[in-house]
């Protein structure tokens, strides 16, 4: 048994000043009388929070300036660049991600290889490929599909590989050329076989979507989250909140190419679009927030300069948009893991999973509190 003693616990309970146990992957005990371990570490002045939820990463990407370059690489290649990112990833104390889109079978057997302890990482959920129209956003790396008949058919060949999630393309977006950002790609029958398809597995769905049709669209048939939401309206963000939707704004995927541009390397379609879409992005928080739309922690992370060792600026990110550091704590933590399914994920608390983070400061007063933790344990053990 594993001690960290003399810290405060910060999570959605609150902070309070007490000793954490941790044995077998779990937390074992919480409290001021935790007994003797075989292994104890000080902690006294630092605040022990759970580890990031990170739910919208894509680990076969690792934001370099023109992604669609991935093109073309060898299996091998790809799967050293999911190791390098899955390290960079924990290092950073992101203790779960949930990849939401990658080449073939790829995040599907990093899953896998993390959870056999072949690949040291985060805890990993994964979609598989996404499901997107014939030529649509992302097709270069995801499964075509079009009428309800093949998108049914798409999203149960992701789940009989093991998908948790299952993913798809509602609108077009940035980063392919050609597609319009706020256009729909999918349709609304599209969508709901795909939904459909899902609930016979029990596994939820996500919908990358920017445009307020394409959002309506995915809303209505039932999408467990909504990525992106670029042109949330005032309208669309009220059906969110009121369906229970979940919105994964992904900010740090537009910061990261609207502040390097054309001139590190990025496509100018991609610049533009970005650059059209950012301040709309900032407005659709203003309407999720007044909405009460449950937010879950997503980044993106992959996309143009938006890196895995990075991912905890994205909790400065969405505080700069207008959440509490209390409000981004949650999204990082119970709400994204929420969303996932897990229910035993996200607090400092007996019984869950041992994912935590030693920081030096408290993160419900200073989002930047999450970047350089001190320690990093994740399933039990510290990996930093």
Known sequence: MHVLRGGHVVDVDGVREVDVAVDDGRIVAVGDDVEEGDEETDVSGQFVAPGLVDAHVHLGMDGRPDVSTVQGESEATAAYRVAANLRDALDAG?????????????????????????????R??????????????????????????????????????????????????????????????LTAEELTAL?????????????HAHGKDGIDNAVRAGISSIEHGTFMDRETAELMAEQGTYWVPTTAALVGIVENGVEAGIPESAVRKADEAIDAHADAFAHALDAGVSIAMGTDAGTPFNFFADIPQEMELLVDRGLTPEHALRAATVEAADLL??????????GYHADLVVLDADPTEDASAWREPAAVVAAGERVR
């Open 94 to 122: 992101v203790t779960t991600v949930r990849d939401l889109g990658a080449r073939d079978s790829l995040a599907l057997d990093a899953a896998r290889a993390v959870e056999t302890g072949v690949l040291d990482g985060p």
């Open 124 to 185: 990993i959920l994964a979609a598989g490929q996404n499901v997107v129209m014939t030529g649509g956003h992302g097709h270069w790396f995801g499964r075509e599909a079009d009428g309800a008949v093949e998108v049914r058919k798409a999203a149960r060949e992701q789940l009989k590989r093991g998908a948790d999630v299952v993913k798809c393309m509602a609108t077009g977006g940035v980063l392919t050329e050609g597609a319009e950002t706020g256009l729909p790609e």
């Open 195 to 207: 939904v459909d398809a899902a609930s016979g597995k029990a596994v939820p769905t996500a919908a």
């Open 341 to 350: 399914g897990v229910d035993d994920l996200g607090k400092v608390a007996e």
